[in-house]
């Protein structure tokens, strides 16, 4: 079993829709997890951490399920900007990160 | 001022040549590290310096050898390299990587093997 597991899409989505990734990780000793963001032939970028209690910015929820080693990124109103590869990130024991292989995101008009 | 700089952004060389990727943080963290990402493939992790100390080498080749002579440099030299080893290579730095922290990445250096 993969570290880290996301559905690769890629997800078309009109503008304004409500879009769902999933992630799921195998090492149950994980801390720490985060999404990030990676636009094409960029760097990824911190988009959130993801807390046991979720956690919300904006448009963007996050909710973690440690009994399920489950992590999830809700947007909602998508626009147009948030087209991208979102990579869901945990860590190991020794606090390394581990980067799953992303979800591609396309927002249409 | 960018927090992680990464130069050359480009780079093209033979599998004969030696060059080295260079990395600077600005934002006063203690760990650093070096992955590569290749094309349809989830980052790699490379190398980890905690410290100046390296403390993860993730089975990268020989041809990869990486040197951090303080917390805010980070270099990786290339020797002899393969076709194979063409991807873009990202320097990415964090405060405390025992806590697993965020990481903050460069732009990255896209390297191209003739």
């Known amino acids: 079993r993969k570290e880290v597991e996301q559905d690769p899409g890629p997800f078309n989505v009109p503008e304004g829709a409500t879009v769902a990734f999933n992630c799921t990780y195998s090492?149950?000793?994980?801390?720490?997890f985060f999404w990030y963001r990676q636009d094409c032939r960029k760097e990824p970028k911190l988009l959130m951490s993801?807390?046991?209690s979720g956690n919300e910015d904006g448009r963007f929820t996050a909710q973690l399920n440690r009994a399920s080693q489950y992590i999830s990124l809700l947007i909602r109103d998508s626009k147009l900007s948030d087209s991208a590869t979102y990579l869901c990130?945990?860590?190991?024991?020794?606090?390394?990160?581990?980067f799953g292989k992303g979800t591609k995101l396309s927002v249409k008009p | 001022e960018t927090g992680v700089t990464q130069t050359p952004r480009h780079l093209v060389m033979g599998m004969t040549n030696k060059k080295s990727l260079k990395c600077e943080q600005h934002?006063?963290?203690?760990?650093m590290y070096w992955y590569k990402q290749s094309a349809k493939k989830p980052l790699e992790l490379m190398f980890v310096?905690?410290?100046?100390?390296?403390?993860e080498n993730n089975s990268v080749p020989s041809r990869f050898s990486p040197e951090c002579p303080n917390s805010s440099h980070l270099f990786l030299h290339l020797h002899t390299l393969q076709p194979e080893d063409s991807a873009l290579y990202l320097c990415?730095?964090?405060?405390?990587?025992?806590?697993?922290?965020?990481?903050?990445f460069g732009d990255g250096t896209r390297l191209s093997i003739l």
């Open positions: 990415a730095s964090s405060q405390d990587p025992d806590r697993g922290q965020p990481q903050h």
């Open positions: 090492n149950s000793a994980s801390q720490s």
């Open positions: 993801v807390y046991s």
């Open positions: 990130v945990v860590t190991r024991s020794q606090g390394n990160l581990i």
């Open positions: 934002l006063g963290h203690n760990a």
């Open positions: 310096y905690n410290f100046k100390e390296q403390t």
